[in-house]
């Protein structure tokens, strides 16, 4: 049985064949990715064949119509390019001081506010749970029936009743949730948010970072081992490179403070202090090149490390 998914992403030649009757088609794809209707993305390697089942039925002018169909719909990567937009909903690292994107894929449509929410709304993708980012919306948070209006930049935001009972650093934290992820549109420079019809009165705070300055020196795994390149060598991270190289990384990002490095290597993805042993690798399947690389780290990450075939990677991670 194929899976629901929004869309499937082909660039391979579908030709249509029978299938057990006059009424019934099949169509071979190798499906190279999919978005499913939360907007999250998974490359598929390798690529995936996948059986559509299409059947038809006459109309009362005895023309043949498709009757059922795979849920979704099948798209190119050109198509898929031209129609979908990356949009990053935004989330708090475990410290709470820090917005990280989980970026999500919607179609280019005048729905983008509220997909932007509701999707805000019911959390993280799955490989950024389990407490690798947090979210300040309570539990059972919906966008209630009057969605999301924009006027004059302002976007105001109806929630359900859940929210308005929050203490104030909570609703401050939510709108700052709402305000960086809707900055996406263009036409959005505020947030104002209602819970059953009336404003959510909210206080100043402080702003949490969402925009991160990378180092100029290029961070990555030579002959020399894992550290800063320059033309001829590499400059070891101090307390950090000697550890890395250890774990045959395939992948990794150093933390700002350059304190901590997240790994990515063939059993999974951990993190390594400088000052401690590494903690327990924590796997993360089904991680997509459209998906941000910062699970695993401390904190938002000052550079990441590409490999061979990373940048070979033509939608890489965020």
Same mark, same amino acid.
């Given at each position: ?27 071979? %794809? =190798? $499906? ?6 939360? /907007?999250?993305?998974?490359?598929? *390697?390798?690529?995936?064949? @996948?059986? +559509? ?101 302002? %976007? =105001? $935001? ?6 308005? /009972?929050?203490?104030?650093?909570? *609703?401050?934290?939510?709108? @700052?949730? +709402? ?102 690798? =924590? $796997? ?35």
């Amino acid at each position: 049985m194929v899976a629901d998914f929004l869309v499937r992403v082909t660039d391979s030649p579908m030709s249509p064949e029978p299938n057990g009757g006059d009424d019934r088609l099949r169509i071979a %794809a =190798t $499906v190279q990715a999919t978005v499913d209707e939360t /907007g999250v993305y998974k490359e598929l *390697r390798p690529a995936e064949p @996948q059986a +559509l089942d299409y059947e038809f039925a006459l109309n009362d002018d005895g023309e043949w119509r498709i009757s059922a169909a795979p849920k979704g719909t099948v798209l190119s990567n050109r198509g898929f390019e031209r129609s979908f937009v990356a949009y990053p909903l935004y989330f708090f690292d475990p410290s709470g001081t820090a917005l990280v994107p989980d970026v999500r894929w919607f179609p280019d449509t005048a729905t983008r506010a509220e997909r932007i929410v509701r999707q805000l709304l019911a959390g993280p993708a799955p490989w950024y749970q389990n407490g690798v980012l947090i979210t300040s919306f309570p539990t059972g948070s919906k966008l209630e029936t009057d969605g999301v209006t924009v006027e004059s930049g302002t %976007a =105001t $935001v109806a929630l359900s009743a859940e929210a308005g /009972g929050q203490d104030a650093d909570t *609703r401050w934290r939510m709108q @700052q949730q +709402l305000r960086v992820s809707l900055l996406a549109l263009g036409e959005v420079k505020a947030v104002q948010m209602t819970a059953g019809g009336f404003p959510i009165e909210v206080s100043s705070g402080k702003t949490a970072e969402s925009s991160f300055l990378a180092k100029s020196d290029p961070l990555g795994l030579a002959e020399g081992g894992f550290g800063y390149l320059t033309a001829s060598t590499t400059d070891p991270v101090p307390g950090i490179s000697e550890s890395v190289q250890q774990l045959g990384p395939l992948g990794a990002t150093l933390g700002r403070d350059a304190e901590v490095a997240a790994v990515r290597n063939a059993q999974g993805c951990g993190a390594w202090r400088s000052t401690r042993p590494p903690c327990s690798s =924590t $796997v993360v399947p089904g991680s997509s090149t459209r998906a941000s690389t910062r699970a695993g780290s401390s904190g938002p990450p000052s550079a990441t490390m590409p490999t061979a075939s990373a940048r070979s990677t033509r939608r890489g991670r965020a």
